[in-house]
T-cell receptor, first 113, second 110 residues
């Protein structure tokens, strides 16, 4: 069974631009959650989706948004990029998200210049 | 919200030594996982262990949910064990989200 895939793997953007990251969960998994990892703040929860519905959102500004499609694939979008958005963005998939094991993708490394 | 604390923050071992990493959490959880993050950033699942004890080769883990802590044991460490170990918990008290500890950075010397 294929693992969690994320595209693109690396991305360089300019301050003020917007970016869209994609995550395809493990086949059969219906929950996708997103995390931001920076050296200063560690791994922080962004949001979680289940059956196309956002179930929870972390403490991030409204510039961070996401969605989930009917095939469980998910995208997150960051608008008006700031230098501080430079980070590794990780997504995880789970069967149903209530308490089952989560599996992570390889991440997208975003650099904002 | 739930707090997760990992100790020690840094650990340096000689190859072949044993170690214990600790994860304390402030509320009841319905999911606890241990991960190893490799140098490329990939989080590798080690254990899904909301309670009880599990073993996988040289690694084992124990979670005592009633006392709100989990331990990860690494025996006969190897240089390939180097990296950052994260504990992550999930509590539905604050909604559906997973909270990570700050991690333990392990370096195993040859």
């Amino acid at each position: 069974k294929a693992g969690v895939t994320q595209t693109p793997r690396y991305l360089i953007k300019t301050r003020g631009q917007q970016v869209t990251l994609s995550c395809s969960p493990i086949s059969g998994h219906r929950s996708v959650s997103w995390y931001q990892q920076t050296p200063g703040q560690g791994l922080q929860f962004l949001f979680e989706y289940f059956s196309e519905t956002q179930r929870n959102k972390g403490n991030f500004p409204g510039r961070f948004s996401g969605r989930q499609f009917s095939n469980s694939r998910s995208e997150m979008n960051v608008s008006t990029l700031e230098l501080g958005d430079s980070a590794l963005y990780l997504c995880a998939s789970g069967l149903d998200g209530t308490g089952t094991e989560q599996y992570f993708g390889p991440g997208t490394r975003l650099t904002v210049t | 919200g739930i707090q997760v604390e990992q100790s020690p923050p840094d650990l340096i071992l000689q190859e072949g030594a044993n170690s214990t990493l600790r994860c304390n959490f402030s509320d009841s959880v319905n999911n606890l996982q241990w991960f190893h993050q490799n140098p490329w950033g990939q989080l590798i699942n080690l254990f899904y262990i909301p309670s009880g004890t599990k073993q996988n080769g040289r690694l084992s883990a124990t979670t005592v949910a009633t006392e709100r802590y989990s331990l990860l044991y690494i025996s006969s460490s190897q240089t390939t064990d180097s990296g950052v170990y994260f504990c992550a918990v999930r509590s539905n008290t604050g909604g559906f989200k997973t909270i990570f500890g700050a991690g333990t950075r392990l370096f195993v010397k040859a």
